[in-house]
Nanobody
Framework: VQLQAFGGGLVQAGGSLRLSCVVSGSIFSISAVGWYRQAPGKQRELVAVTNRYGSTNYADSVKGRFTVSRDNAKNTVYLQMNSLKPEDTAAYYC?????????WGQGTQVTVSS
């Protein structure tokens, strides 16, 4: 299983970005997938996840601003980020959870300027 993330960049506060993560392998549709982030000097934290049934879970800090979604036909998970804040600046990692076995993509940097 390999994960490849796209879509990071530099954006002004209040702006939007959309991250994508393409997953190789056949277990995507039956796995929970989502996004974590890690800012310099901080621990990696959950941003948003969606399970195989489409249920979602978000960090309190992004609720109402970020939306996680998945396209099982394309083996892709998305993170739509709106109303971005400087505190959203971090490296964002996509993640697949195969019954407790975790797979990670490379980070994609999101920088929000004030």
């Amino acid at each position: 299983v390999q994960l490849q993330a796209f879509g990071g960049g530099l954006v002004q506060a209040g702006g939007s970005l959309r991250l994508s993560c393409v997953v190789s392998g056949s277990i995507f549709s039956i796995s929970a997938v989502g996004w974590y982030r890690q800012a310099p000097g901080k621990q990696r934290e959950l941003v948003a996840v969606t399970n195989r049934y489409g249920s979602t879970n978000y960090a309190d800090s992004v609720k109402g601003r970020f939306t996680v979604s998945r396209d099982n036909a394309k083996n892709t998970v998305y993170l739509q980020m709106n109303s971005l804040k400087p505190e959203d600046t971090a490296a964002y990692y996509c993640n697949l959870n195969d019954v407790g076995r975790l797979y990670w993509g490379q980070g994609t940097q999101v920088t929000v300027s004030s």
